[in-house]
């Protein structure tokens, strides 16, 4: 049975529905815990289920001194276990999802496939179940540009066809097509989708940021640990490709634009049912040799790197045409590449190894 609560969290009385509590899975990831402190600083009322996998707990006291709020709840589960998730929605009126639970490294996914889609293809479809069981209609999902594959450059809109080249992006694909399906056979569903490029950056407090637990896969957070002398050189996968000066160019979003586009989603899921596609994005490509550049200036000391072959699964360029979105949520980025690395340099100079050693010093000022 379909159960709606609809009441207004006091700063949204003005609209007609606002979900006040917000079920976050991967809440204690990256881009998981600046949604937490967006959302808290909006009133929302926060629940979180992630499995550590790729992120520590020490994350919230961080995010709720961020706040000034408590997250209401933090489950320790992986999210295929039914079971477990279903206790959650017993325990909460969860009113919307965003869900982010799930493996995000396209050329480790080409080693192992199989996980990737018994995590994110799985992982949802146990989520939409105990959604489906408890009632719960309205989902905002993270895919990912990298659906679009190697579409031979030029900035990259909704209509562009779909082209994944990796099991991460079909993992990805395949659950759009998942939710496509469950709005078509159930108007009462609700689901935006936000295809974002590579999100970047951290919390402007230096508080929170990327902090993966193994050795990072993604530029910035590599490129961090190189300036804070965790690692020696980056390697700079390829500088044969067909860009201005041959490293991979792609459309770096600043993680605090990001959830900001992930909290206004929120306030658009009542607009109208069904599966709603947006692009996220800043419009602008930067090369890798660009990004090491940029962060070079924003640390104060050059970064060491080589040039090493292409990665598997990579391709030239992603790049992003977000007009839509803003178009009908006034939703864009603000913040550019410089912005980016200065705050995941901060981030990672406060916090040189990452959470874990640094818990007795968070608030150190930078
Ligand atoms: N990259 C690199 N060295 C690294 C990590 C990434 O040269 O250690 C390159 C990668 O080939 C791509 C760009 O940096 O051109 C962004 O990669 P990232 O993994 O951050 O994001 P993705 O493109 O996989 O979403």
Known sequence: MARRNRWPTPERAGSSWAPSTVLVTGGAGFIGSHTCVELLDHGYEVIVVDDYSNSTPQVFARVERIAGRFVGAVYELDIRDRRALSAVFDRHNVDAVVHFASHKAGSLSTRMPVHYYDTNVGGTTALLRTMHDHGVRRLVYASSCWVYGDAGGGPLDETTPVRPGTPYASSKWICEQILADVCRRDPEYTVLCLRYPVPAGAHPSGLIGEDPRHTPQNLLPYLAQVAVGRRERLAVFGDDYPTSDGTGVRDYLHVMDAVEAHRVALDHLDDEPGMHVYNLGGGTGSSV??????????????????????????????????????????????????????????????????????????????
């Open 289 to 366: 040799l660009d990004v090491v550049s940029t962060f070079s200036r924003a640390c104060g000391r050059s970064i060491p790197y080589d040039v090493v072959p292409r990665r598997p699964g990579d391709v030239a360029e992603i790049v992003v045409d977000a007009r839509a979105v803003e178009r009908d949520w006034g939703w864009r980025s603000t913040r550019s590449l410089s912005d980016v690395c200065r705050d995941a340099w901060r981030f990672q100079r406060l916090n040189p190894r990452g959470y874990v050693d640094s818990a007795r010093r968070p608030g150190t000022k930078g």
